[in-house]
């Protein structure tokens, strides 16, 4: 091909690579709003995402010699049209979700299997026809380069290469800087945008192109034979590939749970670390391709013996006692996913010889192994396994296909023994010396649970009042008052007497209990199944509560809870899981939750939205956000004197003294108040919260052009602000 045709494919799958994981993302962010924030919309979407890839990949490759010869129009054309079918889709997405989630409302809970099974269908509906679009990119374009070069037999890695460094900036850009500036319609806005620039100048190109007619009398009608000493390994190439894309997209489930004490639960940690994962791929892939031109590309078995040993160095690094941080991840991920990166455009090089419908076929097998591999991490090895044996057992079939491959090529006896010791040492190293932060949680605490499920994996641990309870190992709450603040202010606050209370985030039970100790109807919604059963951890009466008969604990997403329910509270108290930059948590912060909340209060209910940090630009926004949802808002710092409590409402809160409050409280919820400590007195407590009344608008509300809405999650995306403040005070 000529170089100035080169270097426009690779800035089109540059580009186009760069607009997958943007889509990604977003319509991940876009699901969770509409579908609610668990672990079965993210596997749906990216299994989705991955099918379509599948079906594309394979129908493309099958399908573009028919279309092009009956057209008698190039490839190119082909390529363009589905760009730009890629961009119309993406501007349809978010009001496909919108229909869809009010077609689910009356389905049932979260975890049933009717809404998990009908919200499934609903996104794959949703996704599907555009992810079969991006699925045919590979094979369209390769069906390109065959009419401009009949003898190209590598085009697939140097696709490859291009998509994988555009996803690469795709991931940081969208994450750091994009979501943040524009907001999320607007990035969704620009990466279609972006689509139809690539169809357009795939347009371009199949205009300037030489018959089809004429391309396809000149191709060969043999594909080029087979590398002899790499035969086996190329004859597997469908087994292996499917064994990759499986391992891969399942230990990033693994590795995402088993690296969260490390890298925490911001949008910026996850975007960490798929950002060593697809650089990781691009250095392989670029290896790989330079090795091509020198004609040293390494053989299949030397690869699978590379990934037989690499498996277990997450496991080996990860340890908790060595603390190596992010260096010990980066080196992990590093590790494995360049030789995966050198190993896949390689396989489908290899086996394909260039032509679009075998190579197609054989990146389906990839991807269909990537569909299968989040789904069995999320159902079937964390619960059952946990995070050490689930990477334990990912690493066990290149051992495996090792073996079975060194005894059917030629080779150095003495590197195959040595592959084969380093991964037996590896897997003993793992097995009885690594440990986890389970198992170091476990080691050293006299009372401890653990609990997991396919949302996450829960440990309690301590005694009496030194109880705490973590998800993936990020310290979530602890016994404290506040907690009991949240349930017993707000209510203690109605100028008459309460019947029906909810709260979202149950955490530990403790505002619940607090909540149920009124006796009146109580209703916590609780995201992760194994935080419910553990309940009983905490508290010795939680079984005599949960069995009365006007209190229950449903695990749903709180937004989509109240979306699907028609009843109304006097007190509706949240407590979002720190910390306050979480991924997904602003859609507990925003105005279209506050606006779903103020619709099942009250005329005059309360809502209590507890605020842990005093970061001030993060709360001027909650309070704008509040603000501009609610026409009487007031707050008050903690008993603890740290974090606020915002009290919001539809009509104006009653300004009531301490002995009004405490006046209102029921005998069992005066006990409950003072629990933790009888020297404490319900007059001292209210008086300390009601003398601590801050000024919303003085204080609080620093700046009024701050908010948090679903468009623009405030709190989520910090990155641009912080780094600009950061430069101002340094300069």
Request: aromatic share 12%.
């Amino acid at each position: 091909m000529k170089s100035h045709i080169q270097r426009t494919l690779f800035l089109l799958f540059f580009l186009s690579g760069f607009c997958s994981l943007l889509y990604q993302v977003v319509w991940m962010r876009l699901a969770f709003a509409s579908f609610g924030v668990i672990t079965p919309v993210m596997s749906v979407v990216i299994s989705v995402f991955m099918l379509g890839l599948a079906i594309g990949s394979w129908a493309g490759g099958r399908w573009i010699k028919y279309l092009t010869s009956r057209s008698r129009v190039s490839a190119a054309y082909f390529y363009g049209a589905a760009e730009a079918l890629i961009g119309l889709g993406a501007l349809n997405v978010g009001t496909l979700f919108g229909f869809g989630q009010s077609l689910l409302l009356n389905v049932g809970e979260a975890d049933s299997n009717a809404y998990l099974i009908s919200s499934g269908i609903i996104i794959g509906l949703s996704l599907l026809p555009w992810c079969v679009c991006m699925g045919t990119t590979f094979p369209f374009m390769m069906a390109f380069v065959k009419e401009q070069d009949t003898e190209q037999t590598a085009s697939f890695s140097f696709l490859y290469l291009a998509n994988v460094i555009g996803a690469m900036c795709g991931t940081l850009v969208s994450a750091l800087i994009l979501i943040e500036l524009l907001g999320i319609r607007q990035t969704l806005v620009t990466a279609g945008v972006i689509n139809f620039v690539i169809a357009a100048i795939a347009v371009r190109l199949g205009m300037q192109q030489v018959s089809p007619k004429r391309a396809e009398a000149e191709a060969p009608t043999q594909p080029a034979t087979f590398d002899a000493s790499d035969a086996e390994g190329v004859r597997l190439a469908p087994v292996i590939l499917f064994l990759t894309g499986f391992v891969s997209m399942s230990l990033e489930v693994i590795w995402t749970r088993n690296f969260t004490p490390v890298l925490g639960t911001t949008i910026y940690s996850f975007a960490e670390l798929l950002f060593i994962y697809l650089f990781a791929t691009w250095i392989g892939s670029q290896v790989y391709r330079r090795h091509l031109k020198t004609q040293t590309v390494l053989r299949t078995d030397t690869l699978v013996g590379l990934l037989a040993v690499f498996a277990f160095v997450p496991v080996l690094l990860n340890d908790a006692r060595l603390r190596l941080g992010i260096i010990g991840i980066f080196v992990s991920v590093f590790l494995f996913c360049r030789v995966l990166g050198y190993l896949t455009p390689k396989l489908i090089d290899s086996y394909a010889k260039g032509n679009p419908e075998i190579a197609g076929r054989a990146y389906a097998y990839n991807v269909i192994g990537c569909i299968l591999g989040p789904l069995f991490a999320s159902y079937v090895f964390l619960p059952t396994l946990g995070v050490k044996s689930s990477m334990v057992l990912h690493a066990l079939p290149f051992a495996i296909l090792y073996s079975w491959l060194a005894r059917t090529t030629s080779g150095s006896p003495v590197h195959k023994t040595t592959v084969i010791a380093a991964s037996a040492v590896a897997l003993m190293l793992s097995i009885f010396v690594a440990q986890t932060y389970e198992e170091r949680v476990e080691a050293f605490s006299g009372n401890v649970e653990i609990r997991r499920d396919h949302t996450a994996t829960i440990v309690s641990t301590g005694e009496g009042m030194n109880k705490r309870l973590l998800v993936n190992g990020i310290g979530i709450t602890l016994l404290t008052p506040i907690t009991k603040m949240m349930a017993h202010f707000p209510l203690a606050l109605l100028d008459h007497k309460p019947e029906s209370a909810l709260v979202i985030c149950f955490g530990m039970g403790t505002t619940f209990r607090s909540l149920a100790s009124w006796g009146i109807d109580t209703t916590a919604i609780e995201l992760v199944p194994s935080v419910k059963e553990a309940f009983p951890f905490y508290f010795s009466d939680a079984a005599e509560i949960v069995k009365s008969p006007n209190v229950r604990v449903i695990v749903d997403d709180g937004r989509r809870f109240l979306k699907r329910t028609t009843r109304q509270f006097d007190v509706i108290t949240l407590d979002p899981p720190p910390p306050i930059e979480a991924a997904a948590s602003s859609l507990l912060y925003s105005e279209e939750f506050y606006a779903l909340v103020k619709s099942h209060l009250k005329e005059d209910g309360l809502l209590q939205q507890w605020f842990p940090s005093s970061d001030p630009q993060t709360l001027s926004a909650v309070a704008g956000s509040l603000m501009e949802s609610f026409p009487h808002v007031r707050a008050f710092t903690s008993i603890e004197n740290w974090g606020t409590h915002f009290i919001a409402s539809k009509s104006p809160i009653p300004d009531v003294n301490t002995a009004d409050m405490v006046s209102r409280l029921p005998e069992k919820a005066r006990h409950d108040l003072v629990e933790w400590n009888p020297k404490d007195s319900p007059e001292g407590l209210f008086g300390r919260m009601l003398s601590a009344e801050l000024d919303m608008h003085k204080r609080l509300h620093a700046d009024p052009s701050i908010a948090i809405t679903d468009d623009r999650p405030y709190n989520e995306y910090y990155f641009v602000r912080r780094t600009w403040s950061w430069l101002k005070r340094t300069h």
